[in-house]
């Protein structure tokens, strides 16, 4: 009897240790931390909030802000626009998303192709052109769009003196960052998604008033 009591007390030792040993790896944190949505990567203003921009952390309740999205609540983050800069890390709450179609009531808004979505542009593009949106290779169309702005790395619009022909266009106040076009969300939608997918970089060909 007194054996099997020795035997019961190592047993019990043990099985303290264990719970000590869960408790402080993760006991304690599943108990004072809350998981969070968080910004997988930066997110810039304009964007289109896909799953792949998004993941969890735990936070310490007093680090959560106000309105943070748990992990159920991705559904509501998806498909949404970054109405700011979402830097990565940066919890996400309904108050830095909109709705992309609130910009226009016929459902068009501007949306942006970044800079590193494109392997090819011609450097006369510019504000009022239209363009198709190709693969890479030039095989597959994702559309024709017209181009609301074309800006240079520092979000500034690129112009020129004279922009009556596409040939005219040889001094442009900077070099060729991004631009904007006007589409509604579906159309956005498609070219987010085949970038995000593919990984594969787009052709944009200019359809412009040559003479």
């Known amino acids: 009897m007194k054996k099997l009591k020795q035997i019961i007390g190592v047993l019990l030792i043990i099985a303290a240790v264990a719970a000590l040993i869960y408790w402080e790896a993760d006991g304690r944190g599943r108990l004072v931390t809350k998981k969070v949505l968080v910004a997988a990567v930066d997110i810039e203003e304009g964007d289109i909030i896909t799953r792949q921009m998004l993941g969890t952390v735990s936070a310490m309740p007093d680090t959560v802000i106000a309105g943070a999205f748990t992990p159920g609540d991705i559904n509501r983050a998806e498909g949404k626009e970054a109405s700011r800069h979402i830097a990565k890390n940066q919890q996400i709450s309904e108050i830095l998303l909109s709705d992309p179609n609130e910009a226009a009531t016929d ?27 190709y693969s890479r290779d030039g095989e597959y169309c994702l559309g024709e769009y017209e181009v609301l702005f074309v800006k240079d790395i520092g979000d500034k619009e690129i112009i020129d003196e004279s922009q009556r022909d596409i040939r005219d266009r040889v001094s442009g106040s900077g070099i060729i960052d991004h631009l904007e076009i006007l589409t509604n969300i579906e159309e956005y939608r498609k070219i987010v998604r085949f970038v995000d997918e593919t990984g594969e970089k787009l052709l944009i060909v200019q359809r412009g008033a040559f003479k």
């Open 107 to 133: 459902g068009y808004s501007p949306f942006l192709i970044k800079s590193d979505w494109i392997d090819s542009r011609s450097s006369s593009l510019r504000r009022g052109d239209m363009v198709a949106i």
